[in-house]
């Protein structure tokens, strides 16, 4: 048994500099995560929410070390990433994966279907050529290709935008992977095709509870509602709320939270005429001078004195995790 | 006039000329909107909704071209197919305005939004540049723009995207069009930037009485500002109905699949569908019904035949041999 999560994240940063001068040390920075911690055991899967700038995707990247953080630890199988040389990491590279959100951008266009699944067999295993031809094709039927062959020896462009994400996923499992990212997996989608791979992702998840957690990033929290069982809702870098996606859609604490879900359209128009909504003042601050205190205090309808002297700190309410002080005394 | 119509699109087909062939992008749509009535073309990437758009300010590329049908705009009943391209200018900004999906591809880098959206009011009103400035910072406050005397005197990359699209919009509505087209016009912008742009859209067509016609893919949008809703799949209309009826009571299989394959927060992961296959080529469209090798309910019919486009009841009209 083993007695710590799968993925563990301590407090993660990224702050870029901006404006360096000549020879001197950058004034300003760019925090674009700023102290984000959360655990996620086998099974568990964790959908990250925001809005462009919020810094979800920039989270991703240092969970699996595609970018080095300024500070903070995280911690795969308890084996520091951090820490590890960029040969060691590579070496752990089969046990991470990420989904992107454009698959035209992610394959190869100059690659066979084949060549394209088949290269981290090359890379990662000593599998003979016979049985790397098997594997691609079991994987190739697994995400929905059927028949196989006749995906074999065709390129990216040859594929629709659906194809395309499926043989991105199929790479992207082929080495059975612990922990599985998608960032925006089906923003890049025809409306119609999306359907189909929300419901791929669901199957490949359920296949594979028992082994990997998964993590979903979006700036739709209907579709993480719809693959994942909790969430984290991020606004300019920080960490406003997490708990389980259904309770915060249900009653979302946070005031930026009711802001985002209450913006969200419905496509019913009785409830979209009906319900209620949270009034949207201002847009989203720039992330290089993020206003004093609770960086959502300028849009937030409840601010109080509080709110503009000193960042809240994430407190927990009802099994949720809040940052924001209308709910601590 | 409440309830007379204000265009009429009766037959269009607009084709555009490839390497590969001729894509009948829009093949044969038949539709019209009334005074103050705002109508929605649904339709995925390549289902030729926003060559429709183009088609009616008569915008298209060159490699386009409008093969047949009428546009009418009433109450003259003008063609505005057939109209010149000097007669044509007069319509566009002045009697029909448009709203694109990437405001910082359609404003001009180097000229400050006050002076840009002052252009259209000098060029159709003949007013001098000091009143159209005076009229473009009284629109931006009516946009709700704060400390709009400033911003007027800005560049567009100084502003952020919610401002720029407000900034378009102004200009779209700064000679008070009878109707606004809107592309897409908040795909490019975050959810509760969004949510302000439409809120401001609902607001100003109530208030200028124009009619909207709003291209999009996001039935969400619709459900929040239209009226009227017409779904297009590969250059046809295969449903067009009251909005209430649409989403209770979709008819087309096209329509109930769009309506299963997006997921929503009122939506359990169960309840998610999707559609089959993929959207055709639309220089080698399928035969019959355009829809039938994605549909689940498809027969030899709809295989041999092509589904007329016909009115149900009232508020309905649906292209389906199922309903027939």
Redesign the interface.
């Known amino acids: 048994m083993r007695t710590y999560p799968l993925l563990r994240v301590e407090n993660v940063k990224k702050y870029f500099p901006i404006g360096r001068a000549l020879f001197g040390r950058s004034k300003q920075y760019v925090k674009a995560v700023d102290d984000v911690y959360f655990s996620l055991d086998v099974g568990g899967s964790l959908g990250i929410v925001g809005?462009?700038g919020s810094g979800k995707t920039t989270l991703a990247k240092l969970v699996l070390r595609l970018l080095e953080p300024t500070s903070g630890k995280v911690y795969l199988d308890n084996i520091d990433l951090i820490s590890l040389s960029n040969k060691e990491i590579r070496r752990l590279r089969p046990k991470m994966q990420m989904i992107f959100q454009d698959p035209m951008a992610s394959l190869n266009p100059r690659k066979k279907i084949r060549d394209i699944i088949g290269q981290v067999f090359k890379i990662h295993t000593d599998m003979s050529d016979v049985e790397i031809r098997e594997r691609v094709i079991d994987l190739l039927e697994k995400v929905g290709l059927t028949p196989p062959e006749l995906f074999l020896d065709r390129y990216p462009h040859e594929l629709?935008?659906?194809?395309r994400q499926r043989v991105c996923i199929a790479r992207a499992i082929a080495l059975n992977p612990k922990l599985l990212i998608a960032d925006e997996p089906v923003s890049a989608l025809?409306?119609?095709?999306?359907?189909?791979?929300?419901?791929l992702l669901?199957d490949i998840f359920e296949k594979y509870k028992n082994e990997i957690a998964y993590i979903v990033i979006s700036?739709?929290?209907?579709?993480i509602?719809?693959?994942c069982k909790d969430a984290l809702v991020m606004y300019l870098g920080k960490v406003v709320e997490r708990g389980e996606v259904g309770k915060i859609?249900e009653e979302p604490l946070h005031p930026y939270s009711q802001?985002?879900?209450?913006?969200?359209?419905?496509?019913?128009?009785?409830?979209?005429?009906n319900r209620k909504r949270i009034p949207?003042g201002g847009?989203?601050p720039s992330l290089i001078n993020p206003p004093k205190g609770c960086y959502f205090h300028p849009r937030c309808p409840y601010v109080m004195d509080r709110c503009r002297e000193k960042m809240p700190p994430l407190i927990d309410v009802d099994n949720r995790l809040v940052s924001c002080y209308l709910y601590s005394e | 006039m409440i309830n007379s119509k204000i265009l009429e699109i009766s037959n269009l087909t607009t084709y555009y000329y490839t390497s590969r062939g001729i894509v009948r992008a829009v093949d044969g749509v038949t539709l019209h909107v009334k005074r103050g009535e705002s109508l929605a073309i649904v339709g995925e990437s390549g289902s030729g909704k926003s060559t429709l758009a183009f088609s009616i300010m008569r915008l298209l590329p060159d490699n386009a071209r409008i093969f047949n049908g009428n546009i009418w705009l009433y109450p003259e009943k003008i063609d505005l197919v057939r109209l010149s391209n000097d007669e044509m200018r007069k319509v566009r900004g002045r009697r029909i305005g448009m709203i694109f999906q990437d405001p910082m591809t359609f404003l001009n880098p180097v000229m400050k939004v006050g002076d840009q959206i002052a252009e259209a009011i000098m060029y159709h009103h003949g007013c001098t540049k000091t009143e159209a400035r005076k009229k473009a910072v009284e629109l931006l406050e009516k946009l709700r723009i704060p400390d709009a005397t400033n911003v007027a005197y800005r560049y567009p990359h100084q502003l952020s995207g919610g401002m720029k699209q407000r900034v378009i919009i102004a200009i779209a509505v700064s000679c008070n069009p009878e109707i606004l087209i809107a592309d897409e016009p908040t795909t490019a912008l975050d959810v509760t930037v969004q949510a302000e742009v439409l809120e401001l859209l609902r607001r100003l067509i109530h208030e200028l009485g124009m009619s909207l016609i709003l291209v999009t893919h996001d039935l969400g949008i619709v459900a929040e500002i239209c009226n009227k809703v017409a779904i297009m799949y590969a250059g046809k209309i295969v449903e067009i109905a009251e909005i209430y009826s649409l989403y209770r009571n979709p008819k087309h299989p096209y329509t109930i699949g769009l309506l299963n394959a997006v997921p929503t927060i009122y939506k359990s992961s169960s309840e998610i569908g999707g559609i089959k296959g993929n959207p055709p080529d639309l220089v080698n469209p399928p035969t019959g019904c355009r829809f039938n090798p994605r549909c689940s309910y498809a027969f030899e019919r709809c295989v041999r035949e092509e589904p007329p486009l016909i009115e149900v009841n009232n508020d309905r009209a649906v292209a389906c041999w199922l309903v027939v």
Do not use: C, F, N
Not at chain 1, 160 to 163: A, E, T, Y
Not at chain 1, 190 to 199: H, M
Not at chain 1, 259 to 264: C, F, K, P, T, V
């Open positions: 809005e462009s629709s935008g659906g194809q025809d409306v119609s095709v999306r359907g189909q791979i929300v419901k669901l700036h739709d929290i209907a579709l509602k719809s693959i859609i802001m985002l879900i209450s913006s969200i359209p419905v496509p019913d128009p009785e409830i979209a005429r949207i847009e989203i």
